[in-house]
């Protein structure tokens, strides 16, 4: 039987290729340490399971409104109003199968065939999958290791064309950890406005930073650029609760009524039970959402350190999430290694080390680290990837 065009021309994930592998080797007995996980290490915090068992205890495991429970879109506009000084109503809310799903529905009631959507690369694996499936156009813009891994607006300004619908901004960033400053979004918000270019601002690990300068959504700069943004964010990260499923967009009613419409025809709605897990989430104590953010960074500071020592190994110091993205393309060179990619895999056979290669982000001569897991482990992938290094060194 022939498959739809939309399924074919899906680029395969190289993160679950990787992933997939790393388990096989694992279940053969070998110490294998994964460095590729998404996903806090931290269990989601026992208030927020307490409120599912209630939740279940007292019978909230029906269908709901396919944008979610006015409860749970009530605590959200409190959280945006709080965290970032916006106000929103629920009929600007939808509430979403995790914030995968409402990037996905996002494109698919803003595309048609052809619109372009400009894509900053490195960027998260599913951004051109989606605008694909969208029947739309990924274009996609390197942003400069030198920039941060930044675009900048003069990039984007080029990049726009009669045909751009969108252009993705996920700060903090997903691989890099990078973050834009307010005045880099205010200045890529201006082009926007110039162009009418719509902005899918994706924030989904605006709690997860590491310095002083404070996450600042593109959306609270001015009131048109409140009016020019998509909001997508969700519990996953900040919460650790990613397998809930819980994201949320919030913007234009237009467009958050369509995907409403859309998502009553696929998912029917999020599941009830991980709706109110969330507004648990949303309305409790953020005591230990800042333990587990202390405990990244304090693995960031140990794993990038013991990174810039290894010889060809490059690495830019990240702002959030718990990613790192160095350059290890002088290392790859060095050991004989045809690209990033060989190394990759040769790493993973020799030293079972399992890191996602850059190429699956846009970025073929990084690889990207999750510090998501213990200091022990991380210390000891560090030995691991030096030691390789090394062995290789021609």
């Not at 429970?69 to 199968?97: G, H, W």
């Not at 162009?195 to 593109?218: A, M, N, P």
């Not at 990207?368 to 290094?389: G, H, N």
């Amino acid at each position: 039987m022939q498959l739809a065009d939309r399924v074919q021309s899906l680029t395969p994930s190289t993160t679950l290729a990787i992933t997939a592998k790393a388990k096989a080797l694992k279940a053969e007995g070998h110490d294998v340490i994964g460095l590729g996980a998404g996903e806090p290490d931290f269990n989601t915090p026992n208030y927020i399971l307490d409120a599912a068992k209630r939740a279940m205890d007292e019978g909230l495991t029906k269908y709901t409104p396919a944008g979610g429970v006015p409860e749970l879109k009530n605590s959200i506009t409190a959280k945006l109003k709080r965290d970032q000084s916006l106000t929103y109503t629920n009929e600007q809310i939808i509430v979403t199968t995790g914030a995968k799903h409402a990037l996905f529905t996002l494109f698919q009631v803003l595309l048609n065939e052809g619109d372009e959507v400009i894509v900053p690369a490195p960027y998260w694996v599913s951004y051109p999958e989606q605008i694909k499936l969208a029947e739309g156009k990924p274009v996609i813009v390197s942003a400069e290791e030198s920039n941060d891994f930044k675009i900048t607006p003069e990039q984007l300004k080029q990049a726009i064309t009669a045909k751009t619908k969108a252009v993705i901004i996920n700060s903090p960033s997903n691989p890099t950890g990078m973050m834009y400053s307010e005045a880099e979004l205010k200045a890529i918000g201006e082009v926007c406005l110039e162009h009418d270019v719509l902005i899918v601002s994706d924030e989904i690990y605006e709690k997860l930073v590491y310095t002083e300068e404070k996450h600042v959504s593109i959306a609270q700069i001015s009131e048109a650029l409140y009016h020019q943004t998509v909001i997508i964010n969700g519990v996953s990260k900040s919460h650790s609760m990613t397998g809930w499923r819980i994201g949320f967009a919030a913007g234009n009613k237009t467009i958050i009524k369509a995907m409403s419409n859309m998502a009553s025809h696929s998912t029917s709605n999020p599941t009830s039970i991980a709706q109110f897990a969330a507004l648990a989430a949303y309305t409790g104590s953020d005591e230990k959402v800042t333990e587990m953010k202390d405990a990244f960074k304090q693995r960031l500071e140990v794993l990038h350190n013991l990174l810039i020592e290894i010889p060809g190994v490059e690495c830019v110091k990240p702002s959030g999430a718990f990613y790192l993205f160095p350059n290890v393309k002088k290392a790859a060179e060095s050991g004989g290694f045809e690209n990033v990619d060989s190394w990759v895999k040769a790493l993973l056979d020799e030293e079972k080390v399992a890191l996602v290669p850059g190429s699956g982000f846009g970025s073929p001569d990084n690889v990207r680290l999750s510090y998501a897991t213990s200091l022990d482990q991380l210390e000891e992938a560090a030995e691991r990837i030096k030691r390789f290094v090394n062995n290789h060194q021609s």
